[in-house]
């Protein structure tokens, strides 16, 4: 029987998408930008089936946002019931945009099993229907998802500048808090949320630039500032989202200790405890030292900038 294998890694938003408009089609509330990881990957089979079954790192799954998500897309194409295995060679659900690559790799998979023909850009625009920041890891390097298609645009690719990122992972738990209800719950809830929408674009500007220019002290101040402003949302949240672990806080610290002593490094966090820092590659070496030494890490990854998603050999 066919068998279509995809592989897809996860983004780290260096300008965070963290609220969604009130509308149709899962379209955040503003303009997000990425860097597509390499290492850590999502990797996806699909096969027809006489029923869809999910298997996720070998055990199966019964995963609303997978279902709901297939059932859109058959309003639309013409799609069989299918068994999909996905393996993350990462933790899933904790922080490490595993929503990202899966939903990413599951539409590669999907658009070539079934031959949908669609381009990136339909791609893009269906992982986003999955998870926002999926539509992201559709292409590899730098992304940007804005309006008005909110299909993801490549800024550069990662030759264009060679940046590194040493994820410290400081869990293997699950979150308590999804991001979908995170955010919904921070929307509904934080008197902050309407400066972080009326900010977001400004922000967007200055990270898309920098990258441009390769200006890493602008772009380190730009996206550390975005991340912290979007935990402010997230703390402030009713009631409060803290995603925040004392070793979280530690590798904070360590990233600025580094950073103070000349290293090009800055931080960022996501909806989890997990902190990935950001860096020139001279510095990569001593920041991973650093993060592995810091007290609650309990592992730490070196990824360069990724590809996009993509078929592969099943
Ligand atoms: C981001 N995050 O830009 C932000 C930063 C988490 C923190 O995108 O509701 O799983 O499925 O569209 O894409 C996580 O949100 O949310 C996320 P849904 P998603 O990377």
Same mark, same amino acid.
């Given at each position: ?103 990413? $790799?599951?539409?590669? @998979?999907?658009? !070539? %099993?079934?031959? =949908?023909?669609?381009?990136? /850009?339909?791609? #893009?625009? *269906? ?24 299909? $993801?645009?490549?800024? @550069?690719?990662? !030759? %264009?500048?060679? =940046?590194?990122?040493?994820? /410290?992972?400081? #869990?293997? *738990? ?141």
């Amino acid at each position: 029987m066919a068998v279509t294998t995809a592989v897809a890694h996860p983004n780290v938003a260096l300008v965070k998408y963290w609220g969604k408009q009130d509308k149709a089609g899962n379209l955040p509330a503003t303009p997000n930008l990425s860097i597509t990881l390499s290492t850590l990957s999502t990797q996806t089979s699909v096969r027809e089936s006489a029923h869809d079954q999910l298997v996720l790192n070998d055990h199966e799954q019964q995963d609303l946002k997978v279902a709901a998500w297939l059932r859109q897309l058959r309003e639309s194409y013409d799609i069989p019931p299918l068994h999909i295995e996905t393996n993350n060679n990462f933790p899933t659900g904790a922080g490490l945009a595993s929503s990202a690559s899966g939903f990413a $790799a599951l539409i590669t @998979a999907i658009n !070539e %099993h079934c031959a =949908l023909g669609h381009n990136p /850009a339909l791609c #893009s625009d *269906l992982a986003r229907r999955g998870s926002a920041s999926a539509a992201r890891s559709i292409y590899g390097g730098f992304v940007a998802l804005v309006p008005p298609q909110w299909q $993801a645009q490549k800024l @550069a690719p990662a !030759e %264009h500048w060679p =940046l590194r990122v040493v994820v /410290a992972v400081t #869990s293997h *738990l699950p979150k308590a808090v999804g991001s979908t209800e995170g955010m919904q719950r921070s929307r509904d809830t934080s008197a902050y949320y309407p400066a972080w929408v009326s900010g977001s674009g400004q922000d967007f500007e200055a990270a898309a630039s920098a990258i441009e220019a390769r200006n890493f002290q602008r772009l380190a101040e730009v996206s550390e500032l975005n991340c912290l402003k979007m935990h402010s949302l997230m703390l402030t949240s009713v009631p409060t989202l803290s995603y925040w672990t004392p070793a979280t806080l530690a590798c904070m610290e360590t990233v600025r200790e580094l950073r103070r002593q000349g290293e090009g490094v800055f931080f960022s966090i996501d909806a989890g405890p997990q902190v990935k820092a950001i860096c020139l590659p001279e510095s990569q070496l001593q920041v991973a030292e650093q993060l592995r030494e810091t007290p609650g890490v309990v592992e730490v990854i070196s990824c360069e900038l990724g590809e996009g998603a993509r078929i592969v050999p099943s």
